[in-house]
Protein backbone atom coordinates (compact mmCIF):
# COMPACT_ATOMS: atom_id res chain seq x y z
CA UNK A 1 0.00 0.00 0.00
CA UNK A 2 1.74 3.28 -1.20
CA UNK A 3 -0.34 5.50 1.37
CA UNK A 4 -2.08 7.27 -1.54
CA UNK A 5 -5.69 7.02 -2.02
CA UNK A 6 -7.61 7.40 -5.23
CA UNK A 7 -11.22 7.47 -5.73
CA UNK A 8 -13.49 6.18 -7.71
CA UNK A 9 -11.37 3.19 -8.64
CA UNK A 10 -13.87 2.94 -11.95
CA UNK A 11 -16.15 5.23 -13.48
CA UNK A 12 -18.33 5.04 -16.52
CA UNK A 13 -19.63 7.85 -18.16
CA UNK A 14 -21.32 9.40 -21.05
CA UNK A 15 -19.21 11.74 -24.31
CA UNK A 16 -20.08 15.30 -23.45
CA UNK A 17 -20.35 14.40 -19.36
CA UNK A 18 -18.09 16.27 -16.40
CA UNK A 19 -15.84 13.83 -13.97
CA UNK A 20 -14.08 14.53 -10.93
CA UNK A 21 -11.11 12.35 -9.49
CA UNK A 22 -10.32 12.68 -6.17
CA UNK A 23 -6.63 12.10 -4.37
CA UNK A 24 -5.33 11.93 -0.70
CA UNK A 25 -1.24 12.25 -0.58
CA UNK A 26 0.26 10.58 1.50
CA UNK A 27 0.33 12.14 5.14
CA UNK A 28 3.17 14.86 5.37
CA UNK A 29 3.54 14.84 1.50
CA UNK A 30 3.52 18.14 -0.31
CA UNK A 31 3.23 17.61 -3.91
CA UNK A 32 0.58 16.02 -5.86
CA UNK A 33 0.99 14.25 -9.61
CA UNK A 34 -1.82 13.50 -12.20
CA UNK A 35 -0.56 11.34 -15.03
CA UNK A 36 -3.07 9.56 -17.50
CA UNK A 37 -2.20 6.24 -18.87
CA UNK A 38 -3.46 4.81 -22.17
CA UNK A 39 -2.53 2.09 -24.60
CA UNK A 40 -1.80 4.67 -27.48
CA UNK A 41 -0.01 7.72 -25.54
CA UNK A 42 1.68 5.69 -22.34
CA UNK A 43 1.93 7.56 -19.24
CA UNK A 44 2.15 11.10 -19.45
CA UNK A 45 2.54 13.42 -17.15
CA UNK A 46 -0.19 15.73 -16.64
CA UNK A 47 0.00 18.43 -13.79
CA UNK A 48 1.73 18.83 -10.10
CA UNK A 49 1.09 20.85 -7.01
CA UNK A 50 2.99 21.69 -4.34
CA UNK A 51 1.77 22.63 -1.61
CA UNK A 52 -1.55 24.30 -2.72
CA UNK A 53 0.48 26.04 -6.11
CA UNK A 54 0.48 24.51 -9.67
CA UNK A 55 4.24 23.57 -10.03
CA UNK A 56 4.73 21.88 -13.14
CA UNK A 57 2.33 21.55 -16.08
CA UNK A 58 2.20 19.10 -18.79
CA UNK A 59 0.19 18.46 -22.16
CA UNK A 60 -2.86 18.82 -19.96
CA UNK A 61 -6.06 19.51 -22.21
CA UNK A 62 -7.78 22.86 -21.34
CA UNK A 63 -10.52 20.73 -20.49
CA UNK A 64 -9.29 19.31 -18.12
CA UNK A 65 -8.14 21.40 -14.71
CA UNK A 66 -6.96 20.33 -11.06
CA UNK A 67 -6.51 22.07 -7.74
CA UNK A 68 -4.82 20.55 -4.41
CA UNK A 69 -6.73 21.85 -1.03
CA UNK A 70 -5.13 23.38 1.99
CA UNK A 71 -5.36 19.83 3.37
CA UNK A 72 -3.74 18.63 -0.01
CA UNK A 73 -5.98 16.37 -1.33
CA UNK A 74 -6.12 17.22 -4.75
CA UNK A 75 -8.99 16.56 -7.29
CA UNK A 76 -8.55 16.37 -11.31
CA UNK A 77 -11.54 17.84 -12.92
CA UNK A 78 -12.93 16.11 -16.74
CA UNK A 79 -15.22 18.00 -18.99
CA UNK A 80 -16.94 17.68 -21.98
CA UNK A 81 -15.63 14.27 -21.95
CA UNK A 82 -14.26 12.39 -25.21
CA UNK A 83 -14.08 8.69 -26.08
CA UNK A 84 -10.37 9.65 -25.99
CA UNK A 85 -10.36 10.61 -22.75
CA UNK A 86 -10.87 6.93 -21.78
CA UNK A 87 -7.94 6.16 -19.94
CA UNK A 88 -6.51 5.08 -15.86
CA UNK A 89 -5.41 8.09 -14.53
CA UNK A 90 -2.92 8.22 -11.49
CA UNK A 91 -2.04 10.30 -9.01
CA UNK A 92 0.93 10.14 -7.11
CA UNK A 93 2.59 12.06 -4.27
CA UNK A 94 5.99 13.07 -2.92
CA UNK A 95 7.57 14.68 -0.19
CA UNK A 96 9.63 17.19 -1.97
CA UNK A 97 8.68 19.52 -4.78
CA UNK A 98 11.51 18.16 -7.40
CA UNK A 99 12.52 14.75 -8.10
CA UNK A 100 12.28 12.28 -5.74
CA UNK A 101 10.61 8.88 -5.29
CA UNK A 102 7.09 9.44 -6.26
CA UNK A 103 4.11 7.42 -4.94
CA UNK A 104 1.18 6.34 -6.77
CA UNK A 105 -2.31 5.56 -6.18
CA UNK A 106 -4.12 2.54 -7.68
CA UNK A 107 -5.61 4.56 -10.15
CA UNK A 108 -9.11 5.60 -11.17
CA UNK A 109 -10.30 3.82 -14.49
CA UNK A 110 -12.57 5.89 -16.71
CA UNK A 111 -14.11 4.82 -19.18
CA UNK A 112 -16.58 7.24 -21.75
CA UNK A 113 -18.64 5.84 -23.75
CA UNK B 1 7.69 13.96 -27.95
CA UNK B 2 10.08 13.92 -24.69
CA UNK B 3 9.39 10.28 -23.51
CA UNK B 4 12.01 8.01 -23.78
CA UNK B 5 12.06 4.70 -24.95
CA UNK B 6 12.83 1.10 -23.75
CA UNK B 7 13.73 -1.84 -25.14
CA UNK B 8 12.60 -4.50 -24.88
CA UNK B 9 8.89 -3.75 -25.24
CA UNK B 10 8.35 -7.41 -24.29
CA UNK B 11 10.95 -9.73 -22.54
CA UNK B 12 10.21 -13.48 -21.78
CA UNK B 13 12.49 -15.31 -19.84
CA UNK B 14 12.64 -18.60 -17.37
CA UNK B 15 12.75 -18.48 -13.30
CA UNK B 16 16.13 -18.20 -12.18
CA UNK B 17 17.05 -16.85 -15.67
CA UNK B 18 18.52 -12.77 -15.23
CA UNK B 19 16.56 -9.72 -17.23
CA UNK B 20 18.24 -6.68 -18.54
CA UNK B 21 16.16 -4.03 -19.89
CA UNK B 22 17.65 -0.86 -21.47
CA UNK B 23 16.38 3.11 -21.41
CA UNK B 24 17.17 5.94 -23.34
CA UNK B 25 16.22 9.08 -23.48
CA UNK B 26 16.71 12.86 -25.02
CA UNK B 27 17.77 15.67 -22.66
CA UNK B 28 19.93 16.19 -19.73
CA UNK B 29 19.00 14.24 -16.29
CA UNK B 30 18.78 15.33 -12.63
CA UNK B 31 17.77 11.48 -11.93
CA UNK B 32 16.37 8.27 -13.39
CA UNK B 33 14.28 5.94 -11.64
CA UNK B 34 12.40 2.59 -12.24
CA UNK B 35 9.06 1.93 -11.58
CA UNK B 36 7.03 -1.22 -11.59
CA UNK B 37 3.67 -2.24 -12.39
CA UNK B 38 1.17 -4.87 -12.39
CA UNK B 39 -0.99 -5.28 -14.86
CA UNK B 40 -3.33 -2.14 -14.62
CA UNK B 41 -2.61 -0.85 -11.13
CA UNK B 42 -0.55 1.81 -9.83
CA UNK B 43 3.28 2.12 -10.09
CA UNK B 44 5.94 0.89 -7.48
CA UNK B 45 9.31 3.04 -7.44
CA UNK B 46 12.12 0.37 -7.44
CA UNK B 47 15.03 2.46 -7.45
CA UNK B 48 16.65 6.10 -8.28
CA UNK B 49 19.40 6.59 -9.69
CA UNK B 50 21.30 10.45 -9.74
CA UNK B 51 23.04 11.81 -12.65
CA UNK B 52 26.68 11.71 -10.91
CA UNK B 53 26.01 8.06 -10.30
CA UNK B 54 26.91 5.38 -12.62
CA UNK B 55 25.59 2.34 -10.85
CA UNK B 56 22.83 1.08 -7.95
CA UNK B 57 21.97 -1.46 -6.33
CA UNK B 58 18.92 -2.83 -4.55
CA UNK B 59 18.67 -6.63 -3.76
CA UNK B 60 18.41 -8.12 -6.89
CA UNK B 61 17.99 -5.59 -8.90
CA UNK B 62 21.24 -3.44 -10.79
CA UNK B 63 20.63 0.00 -12.35
CA UNK B 64 23.29 1.56 -14.33
CA UNK B 65 23.50 4.72 -15.60
CA UNK B 66 25.52 6.62 -18.56
CA UNK B 67 24.74 9.83 -18.96
CA UNK B 68 27.27 10.51 -22.27
CA UNK B 69 24.86 7.31 -24.19
CA UNK B 70 21.91 9.43 -21.92
CA UNK B 71 20.94 5.27 -21.30
CA UNK B 72 20.20 3.14 -18.10
CA UNK B 73 19.54 -0.51 -18.13
CA UNK B 74 17.53 -2.17 -14.82
CA UNK B 75 18.92 -6.08 -14.49
CA UNK B 76 16.99 -8.06 -12.31
CA UNK B 77 18.80 -11.15 -11.38
CA UNK B 78 17.74 -14.32 -10.36
CA UNK B 79 14.32 -13.46 -11.69
CA UNK B 80 10.99 -15.12 -10.24
CA UNK B 81 7.08 -15.69 -11.41
CA UNK B 82 6.52 -12.66 -9.06
CA UNK B 83 8.71 -10.29 -10.65
CA UNK B 84 6.18 -10.80 -14.20
CA UNK B 85 5.15 -7.25 -14.23
CA UNK B 86 5.76 -4.15 -16.74
CA UNK B 87 8.84 -1.80 -15.76
CA UNK B 88 9.21 1.96 -16.63
CA UNK B 89 12.70 3.97 -16.64
CA UNK B 90 10.80 7.52 -15.93
CA UNK B 91 13.36 10.33 -16.29
CA UNK B 92 13.60 13.80 -13.64
CA UNK B 93 15.14 16.65 -15.72
CA UNK B 94 16.12 19.96 -14.46
CA UNK B 95 13.57 23.07 -13.74
CA UNK B 96 10.75 21.09 -14.74
CA UNK B 97 9.47 20.57 -11.25
CA UNK B 98 9.07 17.15 -10.05
CA UNK B 99 7.73 16.08 -13.93
CA UNK B 100 8.66 12.49 -14.45
CA UNK B 101 8.81 11.61 -18.07
CA UNK B 102 8.50 7.54 -18.58
CA UNK B 103 9.52 5.54 -21.02
CA UNK B 104 7.07 2.79 -23.00
CA UNK B 105 7.84 0.04 -20.66
CA UNK B 106 9.33 -3.36 -20.83
CA UNK B 107 6.94 -6.15 -20.29
CA UNK B 108 8.10 -8.75 -18.26
CA UNK B 109 7.25 -12.43 -18.20
CA UNK B 110 8.95 -14.56 -16.14
CA UNK B 111 7.42 -18.36 -16.22
CA UNK B 112 8.38 -20.99 -13.57
Known amino acids: DSGVTQTPKHLITATGQRVTLRCSPRSGDLSVYWYQQSLDQGLQFLIQ???????AKGNILERFSAQQFPDLHSELNLSSLELGDSALYFC????????????FGQGTRLTVV | SQQGEEDPQALSIQEGENATMNCSYK?????LQWYRQNSGRGLVHLILIRSNEREKHSGRLRVTLDTSKKSSSLLITASRAADTASYFC????????????FGQGTELSVKP
Open chain 1, 92 to 103: ASSGGQDGTEAF
Open chain 1, 49 to 55: YYNGEER
Open chain 2, 90 to 101: ATDHYNQGGKLI
Open chain 2, 27 to 31: TSINN
